[in-house]
């Protein structure tokens, strides 16, 4: 389905491949969209006082809070941020990592090489109106998980929901 077509729905829940850099909405009950997406640099950076390997790791996360940021560059056009937490046994632990657009999102999505972000997954403004709409049917939660790489097989809903951990 076309992301212009997709209505956001209770239980809906987003997969990354960051090997491929594309994003998938996935509805519970059948239907999926895709799109482009941005994820972290493969190499050790230097960002906000911190040091570390800026890709994006793989996880089962949990976005839990949604944030407006004052950094039009780093956060896109309207400073939306939907702060990832991550699955550690039973529980979610807040990270540095979040959902967000930049500046120059159309820039780094044209590109071959989309590994661009300090590891956060990166969006352009139009994806982040369905995922924050997404966000708020969900009651302001969102289920995410990030993997490496979906192989050869033909993406189906049966498939990403697998990948998701869902059936």
Same mark, same amino acid.
């Given at each position: 389905?076309? =992301?212009?077509?997709?209505? /956001?729905?209770?239980? +809906?829940?987003?997969?990354?491949?960051?090997?491929?850099?594309?994003?998938?909405?996935?509805?519970?009950?059948?239907?999926?969209?895709?799109? /482009? *997406? &941005?994820?972290?640099?493969?190499?050790?950076?230097?960002?906000?006082?911190?040091?570390?390997?800026?890709t994006t790791p793989l996880a089962?996360?949990? &976005?839990?809070?949604?944030?407006?940021?004052? $950094?039009?560059?780093?956060? @896109?056009?309207?400073?939306?941020? #939907?702060?990832?937490?991550?699955? $550690? !046994?039973?529980?979610?632990?807040?990270? /540095?990592? @979040?959902?967000?657009?930049? &500046? %120059?999102?159309q820039t780094m999505l044209r590109?071959? +090489?989309?590994?661009?972000?300090?590891?956060?997954? =990166?969006?352009?403004? !139009?994806? #982040?109106? *369905?995922? *924050?709409?997404?966000?708020?049917?969900?009651?302001?939660?969102?289920?995410?998980?990030?993997?490496?790489? #979906?192989?050869?097989?033909?993406?189906? %809903?049966?498939? =990403?929901?697998?990948?998701?951990?869902? #059936?």
């Amino acid at each position: 389905m076309e =992301l212009s077509q997709w209505v /956001p729905e209770a239980g +809906d829940s987003l997969l990354v491949d960051r090997d491929s850099n594309i994003g998938y909405l996935l509805h519970a009950n059948g239907g999926f969209t895709s799109f /482009p *997406v &941005a994820t972290g640099q493969r190499r050790i950076v230097r960002y906000i006082g911190r040091t570390y390997n800026a890709t994006t790791p793989l996880a089962s996360w949990k &976005a839990m809070s949604s944030e407006k940021k004052g $950094d039009r560059i780093t956060f @896109g056009k309207s400073g939306r941020f #939907l702060r990832l937490s991550m699955e $550690d !046994d039973t529980t979610f632990e807040r990270t /540095p990592y @979040g959902i967000h657009s930049h &500046a %120059y999102i159309q820039t780094m999505l044209r590109e071959d +090489d989309r590994y661009r972000s300090m590891g956060c997954i =990166l969006v352009s403004e !139009d994806v #982040l109106d *369905v995922i *924050v709409e997404t966000f708020e049917v969900n009651n302001d939660t969102l289920n995410v998980k990030t993997a490496a790489g #979906l192989g050869n097989e033909s993406i189906s %809903y049966k498939f =990403l929901r697998e990948k998701m951990g869902m #059936l």
